[in-house]
């Protein structure tokens, strides 16, 4: 079964600032999926950005990158020029692609909180 | 608006009775998931719909729970007997089908059983 672990409970940042959230992650597939959702508060979740395992170079989405270390199964996430608007709980996800449910298995989350 | 959406966004509901949610997902989408979030956690995979075909279910759904998707459209989810650990965020997500990767969530129910 795949595990997902974020280790940060909880992180800030100034307003304009860069932070890194993470991610670890186990599994025994070769082929899969990550993906970063925000969660702001009492709002639907939405994908920040996902990353193929297949692909070496890393997913970027504006302001959001990722850095993605296939053998240390690590995927974290580099949000740039903070902005009150990222202020959000953040998922770490996993997906198994094809023939089956495709279903997410999260991480805990980080709690992120942008100051101004 | 053409997002995923779910009724009622809040319950309250008394240990024992029986509470059932509904969840309409993006129109054409194939996929239908229902997940559970409780305090401090990620969301918990509950189970999955190809069109109307319940094809997984995950251990976390007990016996007292069932969903349903008739037509191919629109969920429910049903918990009987209520109990508090049901307490919880449930949310539902919808995505066109395989080779397309991003899961589109509803706002979720919030539970609470007293």
């Known amino acids: 079964a795949q595990t997902v672990t974020q280790s940060q409970p909880e992180m800030s940042v100034q307003e304009a600032e860069t932070v890194t959230l993470s991610c670890t992650y186990d599994t025994s597939e070769s082929n899969y999926y990550l993906f970063w959702y925000k969660q702001p508060p009492s709002r639907q979740m939405i994908l920040v950005i996902r990353?193929?395992?297949?692909?070496?170079q890393n997913a970027t989405e504006n302001r959001f990158s990722v850095n993605f270390q296939k053998a240390a199964k690590s995927f974290s996430l580099k949000i740039s020029d903070s902005q009150l608007g990222d202020t959000a709980m953040y998922f770490c996800a996993f997906m198994k692609p094809q023939g089956g449910s495709e279903k997410l298995v999260f991480g805990k989350g980080t709690k992120l909180t942008v100051n101004p | 608006d053409t997002g995923v959406s779910q009724d009622p966004r809040h319950k309250i509901t008394k240990r024992g009775q029986n509470v059932t949610f509904r969840c309409d997902p993006i129109s054409e989408h194939n996929r239908l998931y229902w997940y559970r979030q409780t305090l401090g956690q990620g969301p918990e995979f509950l189970t999955y719909?190809?069109?109307?075909?319940?094809?997984?279910k995950s251990r976390l759904l007990s016996d007292r729970f069932s969903a349903e998707r008739p037509k191919g459209s629109f969920s429910t989810l049903e918990i009987q007997r209520t109990e508090q650990g049901d307490s919880a965020m449930y949310l539902c997500?919808?995505?066109?089908?395989?080779?397309?990767?991003?899961?589109?969530f509803g706002q979720g129910t919030r539970l609470t059983v007293v």
């Open positions: 990353q193929e395992a297949y692909k070496q």
């Open positions: 719909f190809q069109n109307e075909a319940q094809l997984e």
């Open positions: 997500a919808s995505s066109p089908g395989t080779g397309e990767t991003e899961a589109f």
